[in-house]
T-cell receptor, first 114, second 113 residues
Framework: GQQLNQSPQSMFIQEGEDVSMNCTSS?????WLWYKQDPGEGPVLLIA?????ELTSNGRLTAQFGITRKDSFLNISASIPSDVGIYFC??????????????FGKGTHLIIQP | NAGVTQTPKFRVLKTGQSMTLLCAQD?????MYWYRQDPGMGLRLIHY???????AKGEVPDGYNVSRLKKQNFLLGLESAAPSQTSVYFC????????????FGPGTRLTVT
């Protein structure tokens, strides 16, 4: 099936640092979504992007829908301990027909050292 | 609102046994989905439903069956469990098609021995 390349696979950072992660694909996506998953929990939606070039913020989180519609990035500013978790990008393929589920990246593990 | 709930939270099966996972949502969403999550693989779509009485195959449907008899419930069945089905299963729902936000349940951790 369609793959999303998410990087980095893991990040070890100091508290207070900024974080940046991205997803790329060889196919065009209609929608990009960013989720966070805590251990033992389901993914929780952070930000949804629907238009190429769109830049959206949610508190300390900022995400952008790439102009080519083949990539997206997520930035977290001034990281805090509760930011620890796995961050997933997900997208809806342009050719997906609308009703199909999302295609997920493999996740970025964020680990924060106090 | 409880959102999306899943039962059970944990289950251990022996190879060949059957079971049904239940997903319920109280948001009046039309669309419901079943995913599995395996280490290093992200989430993969098993089956989905675009409304009561409808189901469709996703990326990895083999070995699973689903039913959507009521709008608020989506059942995932394993007729003859295999060790390869050891995974964490997530249900999700969305108001509109897959282009829009999906809301996930807390997951069911299944081990098949």
């Amino acid at each position: 099936g369609q793959q999303l390349n998410q990087s980095p696979q893991s990040m070890f950072i100091q508290e207070g640092e900024d974080v940046s992660m991205n997803c790329t694909s060889s196919s065009i996506f209609n929608t990009w979504l960013w989720y966070k998953q805590d251990p033992g929990e389901g993914p929780v939606l952070l930000i949804a992007l629907y238009k190429a070039g769109e830049l959206t913020s949610n508190g300390r989180l900022t995400a952008q829908f790439g102009i080519t519609r083949k990539d997206s990035f997520l930035n977290i500013s001034a990281s805090i301990p509760s930011d620890v978790g796995i961050y997933f990008c997900a997208g809806q393929l342009k050719s997906g027909g609308g009703a199909d589920g999302l295609t997920f990246g493999k996740g970025t593990h964020l680990i924060i050292q106090p | 609102n409880a959102g999306v709930t899943q039962t059970p939270k944990f289950r251990v099966l022996k190879t060949g046994q059957s079971m049904t996972l239940l997903c319920a949502q109280d948001m009046n969403h039309e669309y419901m989905y079943w995913y599995r999550q395996d280490p290093g693989m992200g989430l993969r779509l098993i089956h989905y439903s675009v409304g009561e009485g409808t189901t469709a195959k996703g990326e990895v449907p083999d070995g699973y069956n689903v039913s959507r008899l009521k709008k608020q419930n989506f059942l995932l069945g394993l007729e003859s469990a295999a060790p390869s089905q050891t995974s964490v299963y997530f249900c999700a729902s969305s108001r509109y098609s897959g282009s829009y936000e999906q809301y996930f349940g807390p997951g069911t951790r299944l081990t098949v021995t």
